[in-house]
């Protein structure tokens, strides 16, 4: 079966070139076609970069491409790891073994992350039977929920107690919705998130909301709006946890 994917870039042989790194394949495993050769305006303004369509061919199943990706992801990392991959239907999940964990996992999972994010991106360009990619090693995911969950609780505590909005540090959007997650059955706290990625951070507020300021509030969550100004900080160091910031 034939498949294609299409890339522009400065150049044509950057292109194709970076069509390559993402399918991890060679200049004799593809075709390509120029769609439209790069252009150079005058002097140098609005030049008009090229498009290229990489054509390959393929019997691989979905789990064979993760570990074929991820493989050359691992040379190019300089990293001596090995994967086990269960295809699960709609989900591949992928344990990565061997090789330096921290520079896998990176600072609060920020490499694995990225792992996790180019390997989404490049399985499921051009295809049409999307599937989602988790990557874990060292049961990172699940030591790094359990670290959330504690640390979701042990603020929820602290606003009950002082009756204080507290707010986080900046995480992902999955962390975020681990906090999220945890907190949901509280009574008298609620959490909302603000600012901007990467540096959108959950608020962990005291009392409910009405109906009203339910509806403020996803409005700045959308916009990202900062904090009030007035807000007096209050921050607290843990080298095992996130951050966080009281508001008074």
């Known amino acids: 079966m034939n498949k ?12 194709i070139q970076s069509a390559l790194d ?7 495993d593809v075709s390509v076609e120029i769609i439209e050769r790069a252009k150079s305006g005058f002097l140098g303004l609005k030049n008009t970069p090229a498009v290229v ?19 050359g992801l691992f040379v190019k990392m300089d990293v001596q790891a090995s994967q086990e991959i269960f295809d699960e239907g709609d989900t591949i999940n992928v344990v990565i073994t061997g090789g330096d964990p921290g520079a896998l996992i990176g600072r609060r999972g920020e490499t694995l ?5 180019l390997t989404n991106y490049v399985i499921n360009k051009g295809v049409s039977d999307r599937v ?21 609780n042990k603020v929820a505590q602290k ?17 975020r919705h681990v906090i999220h997650a945890a907190l949901q059955s509280y009574d008298n706290v609620t959490t909302y ?56």
């Open 4 to 15: 294609s994917i299409e890339v522009s870039a400065k150049t044509e042989e950057e292109a």
């Open 22 to 28: 993402q399918l991890g394949l060679t200049r004799d």
């Open 53 to 71: 369509r990489v054509i390959y061919e393929t019997n691989e199943s979905r789990a064979e491409r993760v570990e074929r990706f991820l493989s």
């Open 113 to 117: 992350d990225a792992m996790q994010h």
């Open 132 to 152: 989602r990619v988790n990557l874990d090693t060292e049961n990172y995911r699940e030591r790094r929920n359990e670290t959330l969950e504690n640390l979701a």
């Open 159 to 175: 606003v009950l107690k002082y009756r204080r909005n507290i707010t986080l540090d900046p995480m992902n959007a999955y962390e």
């Open 193 to 248: 998130s603000i600012g901007n990625e990467p540096n959108r951070r959950i608020v962990v507020a005291f009392g409910r909301r009405s109906e009203r300021q339910q509806d403020k509030s996803d409005r700045n969550d959308r916009r990202g709006a900062p904090p009030d100004r007035d807000n007096k900080t209050i921050q607290q160091n843990n080298d095992s946890n996130p951050q966080y910031r009281e508001w008074s």
